[in-house]
Structures are given as structure tokens and as C-alpha cells.
């Protein structure tokens, strides 16, 4: 019996799409130390990699400046655009942007005590109109994490915030033992079933390891891989007919219509 991963290298789609089938993807992260940053440029290099037409967003802070630095927080990625909940303007995308106008989804974010950070909470609070829409619905994501230590969240994290996509009916899609490397009993690393990920320290100073960088890659793969086929299977669905037109009422009939009096 083969190992987990070692027969399922390849997604569901091993070939590049063709231009009218690339998937969109947007890889959207939250990252204080840069830990996940560097995560998400090593998925948005396998997503690339599978074919997909890739956008790094970034989610806005929400800490004053005056706090990221008593916390030692550099400074973000100026070249990343980040999402705005007003009106878009330079380097700047909407929410409504960020989230819809794409193929599929990748998020990445650390963990607040096995949670989701506030940050990031604050975008999937504010997606109350796309809920009432059903903007979201049938969208595949997938999502990658940073943590401070082992046991620090690597699971919680991911499962907890299965709720918010969930709730919109977008298709989780994990990473699972889609490669050996996720297996690795060579080394401490980061990652699990539920997507890629990478151990920070205590003090914030390990960065993700090559081995956390190639799981990534591989998510950012196997992802686009999936998102692909569902956009080619949609595409092929016959479309839907539209719904018949409610009955007229009968010509010249009125409510208060008396039959006509019988001749005598």
C-alpha cells in the first residue's frame, strides 16, 4: 500500500488550460511579521505555475501604527495592493473585487490564541451584502496559515474558520495528502490536512522553511488544478432555462363578473 500523497501528485487536471479556461485566482493573506507573506508568494508561484492568472491582496491592518511599532511589525509590501471597504483608488482593491471577480480563492492568515486574526474577521464581517446576494456561493477557496509554535494552532485555526465560508456555501478545498511532502518526518514543519503552513517562534524570527515554501507551491497547484476543472465543467453545463411566465388572467374576465341571466 502506497504512502498518503505518493499517487496523487498531480490534480485533478495535469495539463495548462487554454486561454478561455485559465482560472482566475486570487491569493488573499493577512501577514504582521511577513511569515504568511512569504507563504503566499511561493502558492501564487505553483498557482502560476498550473496556468492561472494570480492577484496578491492584501487585507488591511486594523493596529495603529504607534502599536506595529511597540510590536515590532515591519513595514508591509507597498507593491501589494491591499482591500479597501470604500470606494477603490491606487494600489487599492474592493472587497467586492477581491472576493468575487475571481475563479477561486486562496487565504492565508497567523492565528490569534487557534482563531482567525481580528483583521481578518473584519473582511468576512463586512460580506453581509455578498451573503444576500449569494455572491459567493459554489466558489472553491482554500486557505494556509502561520502559527508561533507546534501545538500552537495549526488546526484549530483552519477549522474555526471553516464557519465564515460555510456560511456563504463557497467549496472548501483542503490540501489534504495531495503530495509526500506533506508527510515529511524529517524535519519540524508547519501544515496539515487543511492546507500549508509554517511555524513562526515565539520571538517571530524562524521564517518558513523549503520544505513549508515547496507545500505551498504544491497547494498553490493543486488548487488551481481543481478551481480549472469546476470553471471547464461549469462552462460545459447546458444553460439554465428561464423560468416560464406567470399565466395571464383570462381576457375579460373581472371579479365581480355575474353569469348572464337565462331567457325566459
Not at 43 to 60: C, D, H, T
Not at 152 to 167: W, Y
Not at 194 to 199: Q, R, S
Amino acid at each position: 500500500m502506497s504512502r498518503p500523497g505518493s499517487a496523487a501528485k498531480s490534480g485533478p487536471m495535469t495539463a495548462k488550460p487554454t486561454s478561455s479556461h485559465r482560472a482566475r485566482i486570487n491569493v488573499i493573506y493577512y501577514s504582521m511579521y511577513g511569515h504568511v507573506a512569504t507563504l503566499a508568494k511561493s502558492i501564487a508561484k505553483g498557482a502560476e505555475a498550473a496556468g492561472a492568472e494570480v492577484r496578491l491582496i492584501q487585507i488591511p491592518e486594523t493596529l495603529s501604527q504607534e502599536v506595529l511599532g511597540k510590536m515590532y511589525a515591519p513595514e508591509k509590501d507597498s507593491a501589494v495592493p491591499t482591500i479597501t471597504f470604500g470606494e477603490a483608488s491606487d494600489n487599492t482593491v474592493t472587497l467586492e473585487d477581491a472576493l468575487v471577480n475571481c475563479d477561486g480563492i486562496i487565504l492565508g492568515f497567523p492565528t490569534r490564541f487557534g482563531g482567525m486574526p481580528a483583521q481578518v474577521k473584519a473582511v468576512w464581517d463586512a460580506t453581509g451584502g455578498l451573503w444576500m446576494k449569494g455572491a459567493l456561493v459554489g466558489k472553491p477557496l482554500s486557505i494556509f496559515f502561520s502559527t508561533g509554535s507546534q501545538g500552537g494552532g495549526q488546526e484549530t485555526t483552519a477549522l474555526t474558520s471553516l464557519t465564515n465560508f460555510i456560511h456563504h456555501g463557497m467549496l472548501f478545498v483542503p490540501l489534504g495528502y495531495s503530495t509526500p511532502l506533506s508527510g515529511n518526518m524529517d524535519e519540524i514543519h508547519g501544515g496539515s490536512a487543511y492546507g500549508a503552513g509554517t511555524y513562526a517562534g515565539s520571538d517571530g524570527k524562524r521564517q518558513p522553511s523549503e520544505l513549508e515554501l515547496k507545500i505551498a507551491e504544491h497547494q498553490g497547484t493543486f488548487f488551481t488544478q481543481t478551481a480549472t476543472a469546476l470553471k471547464i465543467g461549469r462552462a460545459a453545463l447546458p444553460p439554465k432555462e428561464a423560468s416560464p411566465p406567470d399565466p395571464k388572467p383570462e381576457e375579460g374576465h373581472k371579479k365581480h363578473d355575474r353569469p348572464p341571466s337565462a331567457k325566459k
